[in-house]
């Protein structure tokens, strides 16, 4: 069911623009006096009490404003669908989402809202809430790499007024903008989604791991070539684009044929000769990093936990390296998009449905997301507060996304580029691409990632 005639953008009122005025001007506080870069890790004593008394602080006045506000709001009775991934709802991982919810509840006293939940992936969501928009939960969690297909069915609510103040304020512009379609944004930032590499510091010191060419001297680096998401690094440092410079012209198309993208071809020729490089997923390069056959691997997040318990005290995360490409020194780039929370376009209840997913984007469920999941935080109150930038995953995903991680385009066009991603990797790792042949075999990449193959 598609609702071509429904689009909701949703402003808030006057009953709740307290809360949305004290937090802005907390997030502006916290901006000041806090820096997001890798620098940050290893400030003065002086600055980290200041980030953390901030941090305290904002947690506190906010709690407060919420309290004030609510006894503010007209009585609601309603029920609320939410879908999340299964894991955010089982007591073995803390029963995130249902912990939130309760809480929200508690924090609303003029709202009775009764909670049903239900198991939905956020790479499901682009599928599934479109089929039937009505059916669908009034709050649900979706990758931004599925957003052009979500509001093509009209199937998202807008975020507006104080909403969208609040959402540009305290997360990243990269995350802002990897939610905005049509110059409107449609969901919530829960976390990052991008990824850098894992490695054995017992192999690598810190000065090797800066150079792909050194680590792979020294031992085992396992890349998944055939997987494009991976692949595109080598490419985004080299130049290549896809739908512009920022992800948002479509028009522009994706352009990996050039001068430098055909060197990173052949230098992508001559690495695979090399026996310690691995051309291998990163599931399967856990398991033989476990088994001692992989010293260093590119992952994001998700892997994080079950590498430091294979690694101990030798457990080491880094920023993609660089690779020398005739004779010059080129930063990988890797990809990254978001983890949202979206409000479906036809909720009976926008005013409770987008309050709770602001809630369940805000400070308070994200450190419990990154208490109970270890999902890295990405609302910048939390981002910033020393304690957790101590955590070398954050720290490292954190840089990467500010750095140099390359927006994601959501354009529904960006899934030529896999399967094209994929073949062109086969054959660089089984030695079918030569020399000889790596300016055709370029062209073709470009060719058919700007086409469906469909006549």
Known sequence: MIHSETKRKYFGNKKTGGKGMKRKVLS???????????????????????????????????????EQDAQEEEPITCTLTVWSPSEDQDPEYGQWLNTMCDQFNELHPNWDITFNYGVCTESDAKKLVPQDIDAAADVFIYSSTGLE????????????????DTIRENYSSVLADSLTYDDGVYGVPMTTNTYFMYYDKS????????????MLEKGKVAIPLNNGFYLASFYLG????????????????????????????????????????VVSSPEDAISMMREGNVNAYFCGTWQA??????????????PLPSMTVDGEEVQLKPFTSSKAI?????????????????????????????????????????????????????????????????????????????????SFGNELRDGIMTHENAAEKLKTLEESSNTSGVN
Not at 28 to 55: F, H, I, P, R, W
Not at 149 to 164: D, H, I, M, V
Not at 203 to 214: A, G, N, P, R, W
Request: aromatic content about 8%; glycine content about 8%.
């Open 28 to 66: 502006v506080m916290l901006c000041a006096a806090m820096v997001v870069s890798m620098t940050a890790c290893g400030g003065s004593d002086a600055k980290e009490n200041t980030a953390s008394a901030n941090a305290s602080v904002s947690e506190t006045e906010q709690g407060e404003a919420t």
């Open 149 to 164: 297909n979500l509001c093509q069915a009209n199937s998202l609510t807008e975020f507006g007024g104080k909403y969208l």
């Open 203 to 214: 192999v690598f010191s810190e000065d090797d791991i800066k150079s792909l060419d050194t």
């Open 238 to 277: 080299a130049g290549a684009t896809f739908f512009g410079e920022e992800g948002n012209e479509r028009e522009a198309g994706i352009v990996l044929d050039n001068d430098e993208t055909l060197a990173m071809t052949n230098a992508l020729i001559d690495m695979v000769q090399n026996e310690n490089l």
């Open 305 to 318: 936990a079950q590498t430091e318990e294979i690694l101990g005290d030798n457990f080491g995360v880094a």
């Open 342 to 422: 979206g409000v479906k376009s036809t909720t009976a209840y926008p005013q409770v449905a987008i309050e709770l997913a602001m809630y369940l984007g805000g400070y308070d469920s994200q450190k419990l997301h990154y208490e109970t999941r270890g999902y890295v935080p990405c609302y910048k109150g939390l981002v910033n507060d020393t304690e957790i930038q101590k955590d070398a995953v954050v720290a490292v995903d954190s840089w990467t996304v500010e750095n140099i991680a390359v927006p994601r385009a959501n354009y529904t066009e960006m899934s030529y580029f896999w399967t094209a991603a994929e």
